[in-house]
């Protein structure tokens, strides 16, 4: 196979995940409107670029710590869409029968460890796993996902600190979107440059145009080169900018509407496609065919989830404590 | 009876370093954290010398950051190892309550049964060493509270020895409460001591004319007063829970209706306490079998004062024990 092949085959792949981020999302607003979905949701839109081009740079043994706002690397981490929409229902069938919802998200075969819905808080837990595998000598990367608002956090600081002592195998990946839910950094940050942090620690650190998915592969690349090599963990800052709402309940009285329409003049769906369509690798056709490919892909999730069961409320205090004895 | 030569005298503190060395020992996924474990010995000096033996990676200092370190635990155990985390006391643990609550006692439900934490953490809490209102609380009851955690508060020898390495065979968390002033105490154990269960109570002392609850450092208040009191002809049923999640209700609740008198004496505060569950799982369960009603023996509802009088005096204490069991013996 020729290189521009290979190029073609994983930016078309690229463009694949993060549309069926973007339709299994805005799929997933509708469904909400119609009380399919509830509790709260919080989407992915406009920040795809940063989970598709980190998850690029994972091995499958690798583990995947995220936020309450994992949609996105969920599926970009090959969890499969019907169980995620079925756990967004509700249903047994969903990734975590139910129990966790839109916020927690986990998958044992992925190695996908939440959904973590307390700001910061996954931040040990990548620590933690991260450790296991250094004292069992496996060369596996933790990447785990946060936000601009998870840097205010203890957690943070206490886990990058442990992560560079102890020279752990983590990618920290901040998802820059300036706003910690409805606060700008400028009000929540003395220092909003977060790549900065890394030096506080000893640890290395960049920061990357989070809206150009080839730009935060090839940052995320040499992280987790950087890591498996045994140079320690890595703090990648992503700037991105999230085109919804915080949430399903959110007025957006703290951001203009040109602000948001000047972000989305660098959609990174769009950047994508048209960097392909001018290297001649993307035409009309071949994007109406991904796009019927997509629908198809959620329509099936949809589906899925429709056709998911209640689990019994017998089973309500399973997993409270573990069936079976440790080995 | 046992063997005088089969028994040997140890101290609560030597009792949780051998079962610690033990585990570490017999499973290489077991590995002790904690803030000076190592290079210190350990705050209270329970880890003294196992640096030397097991080294840095197992025996592992840890920065001043709970939330981090217990974190670290929860991922660590998620990632197929067998943590033992120590906070330094039960104060600080509000530090790590996040990690200990959001993370620990809840992956496994919200994962839908995929993710377990085969996690222990030890910590010392307790008043009576004049450490003040940071220090020196008995919050195990905040804990007992939480589903998805096992709660433990070994008084005896042989049980500081043998919960460790049962509660590092289970497959979820399991919180190890040592009081404070129990590490110098000294006991009898067998040679040959190994685990113990963690499921039930235990009566330590048989008696037939009241049942007196109670668990950790209180156990041998408890059973002073109800030597003293045997001399008055009263006699207590004195039951040292062991586990205050769960709670072993049966074996109370046979002893009260052998009984028909209930006194709990714990060290953790009144109100919306350990004692409040107890009482109201005797009510629930056992009110026809009661003669009068139950009643309750806690610290003070004040933060723990530093003078050593008004510290004594703000905790239960064998004589104040005492006085309760006269009170409802005579009213009774």
């Given at each position: ?12 792949m690229?463009l694949h ?9 805005e ?7 119609q009380?399919?979905?509830r509790?709260?949701?919080h989407?992915y839109?406009?920040e795809?670029?940063v ?5 690029a ?5 690798d583990a ?12 970009a981490r090959?969890?499969s869409?019907?169980?995620i ?9 969903g990734?975590?029968r139910?129990?966790?919802?839109s ?5 044992t075969?992925t190695r996908?460890?939440?959904g973590n ?11 933690g796993?991260?450790l296991?595998?250094?004292m ?6 933790t ?5 601009d ?10 886990s990058m600190n442990?992560a ?22 400028r009000?929540?940050?003395a ?5 900065a942090?890394g030096s506080?620690?000893g640890?290395?650190?960049a920061w990357?145009d989070?809206m ?9 690349r040499?992280a987790?080169e ?18 919804r709402?915080h949430?399903?309940f959110?007025?957006?009285?703290y951001?203009?509407k040109?602000?948001?329409a ?7 769906i769009?950047?994508l ?7 001649g ?10 796009e ?6 959620v329509?099936a999730?949809?589906?899925?989830a429709?056709?998911g069961t209640?689990?019994e ?5 399973r ?7 440790a080995? | 009876?046992?063997q ?8 609560y503190r030597?009792a949780v370093r ?6 570490l020992?017999r499973?290489?996924?077991?590995f ?9 010995g350990?705050?209270?000096?329970v880890?003294?010398?196992l ?13 001043l950051s ?10 660590a155990a998620?990632?197929?190892?067998r ?8 104060n ?6 996040d990690?200990i609550l ?8 919200m ?6 934490v ?12 004049q450490?003040?209102?940071?220090h020196?609380h ?17 008084a005896?020898?042989?049980?500081a ?8 065979e ?10 404070n002033t ?6 009898t154990?067998a040679a ?20 007196l609850?109670?668990y950790?450092?209180s156990?041998?208040?408890?059973l002073?007063a ?6 008055e002809?009263?006699e ?10 769960p709670?072993d ?13 209930v006194l ?18 005797i009510m ?6 009661l003669?009068q009603p139950?009643?309750?023996?806690c610290?003070?509802?004040v933060?723990i ?19 309760a ?8």
């Amino acid at each position: 196979m020729t290189s521009t092949a290979i190029d073609r085959d994983h930016a078309l792949m690229q463009l694949h995940q993060m549309l069926l981020i973007r339709r299994f999302e805005e799929k997933s607003a509708e469904l909400y409107t119609q009380g399919k979905i509830r509790g709260f949701l919080h989407l992915y839109i406009g920040e795809e670029a940063v989970a598709v081009g980190v998850m690029a740079t994972l091995g499958p043994e690798d583990a995947v710590v995220a936020t309450y706002r994992e949609h996105g690397q969920a599926l970009a981490r090959g969890m499969s869409p019907g169980a995620i929409m079925a756990e967004m229902y509700g249903k047994v069938e969903g990734c975590c029968r139910g129990r966790g919802g839109s916020m927690h998200l986990f998958d044992t075969a992925t190695r996908f460890y939440g959904g973590n819905a307390i700001v910061g808080g996954g931040l040990p837990l990548a620590a933690g796993l991260a450790l296991a595998d250094r004292m069992q000598g496996r060369n596996r990367v933790t990447s785990c996902f946060f936000g601009d608002g998870a840097v205010a956090e203890g957690d943070f600081h206490e886990s990058m600190n442990l992560a560079s002592l102890w020279r752990l195998p983590v990618l920290f990946v901040c998802e820059n979107n300036l706003y910690a839910m409805g606060t700008a950094i400028r009000y929540t940050q003395a220092s909003p440059d977060i790549a900065a942090k890394g030096s506080c620690y000893g640890m290395a650190s960049a920061w990357v145009d989070g809206m150009d998915v080839d730009a935060v592969e090839a940052a995320a690349r040499k992280a987790v080169e950087h890591i498996r090599s045994g140079e320690g963990p890595y703090l990648l800052e992503c700037r991105t900018y999230r085109f919804r709402p915080h949430s399903m309940f959110d007025s957006e009285l703290y951001r203009t509407k040109e602000e948001v329409a000047r972000w989305k003049e660098r959609d990174p769906i769009e950047l994508l496609a048209g960097r392909l369509r001018r290297a001649g690798l993307l035409d009309d056709g071949a994007m109406t065919a991904l796009e019927a490919e997509v629908a198809g892909e959620v329509e099936a999730a949809v589906a899925f989830a429709e056709a998911g069961t209640w689990e019994e409320v017998a089973e309500l205090t399973r997993f409270v404590h573990s069936e079976r004895r440790a080995s | 009876m046992n063997q005088q030569s089969a028994m040997r005298t140890i101290t609560y503190r030597e009792a949780v370093r051998e079962a610690i060395r033990e585990a570490l020992q017999r499973d290489e996924r077991v590995f002790l954290m904690g803030e000076d474990v190592g290079h210190y010995g350990g705050c209270y000096a329970v880890s003294k010398g196992l640096l030397a033996e097991f080294g840095p990676e197992r025996i592992r200092d840890t920065p001043l950051s709970e939330s981090g370190f217990v974190g670290a635990g929860i991922g660590a155990a998620l990632g197929g190892m067998r943590p033992i985390v120590e906070v330094m006391t039960v104060n600080f643990s509000l530090l790590a309550l996040d990690q200990i609550l959001n993370n620990g006692a809840t992956l496994l439900h919200m994962s839908g049964g995929q993710f377990n934490v085969p996690l222990v953490i030890r910590m010392a809490t307790g008043a009576g060493k004049q450490l003040a209102a940071q220090h020196a609380h008995s919050l195990e009851g905040w804990y007992a509270h939480i589903p998805g955690i096992r709660v433990l508060s070994p008084a005896t020898v042989e049980d500081a020895r043998g919960m460790l390495w049962s509660a590092l065979e289970d497959p979820d968390p399991v919180l190890i409460f040592e009081n404070n002033t129990l590490y110098n105490m000294e006991g009898t154990l067998a040679a040959d001591a190994g685990p113990v269960d963690i499921d039930t109570a235990r009566v330590r002392r048989p008696g037939g004319d009241l049942t007196l609850i109670t668990y950790s450092a209180s156990l041998f208040k408890s059973l002073e007063a109800a030597e003293v009191l045997a001399g008055e002809g009263i006699e207590v049923e004195v039951i040292d829970l062991r586990s205050l999640r769960p709670l072993d209700d049966a074996t109370y609740l046979a002893s009260v209706a052998r009984t028909h008198r209930v006194l709990i004496v714990d060290e953790g505060w009144r109100s919306g306490s350990l004692s409040a569950e107890i009482s109201a799982r005797i009510m629930e369960q056992g009110f026809y079998d009661l003669d009068q009603p139950v009643q309750r023996l806690c610290t003070a509802e004040v933060p723990i004062p530093y003078a050593h009088h008004m510290e004594a005096a703000a905790l239960p204490q064998a004589a104040t024990i005492a006085e309760a069991v006269r009170r409802m013996m005579t009213h009774g």
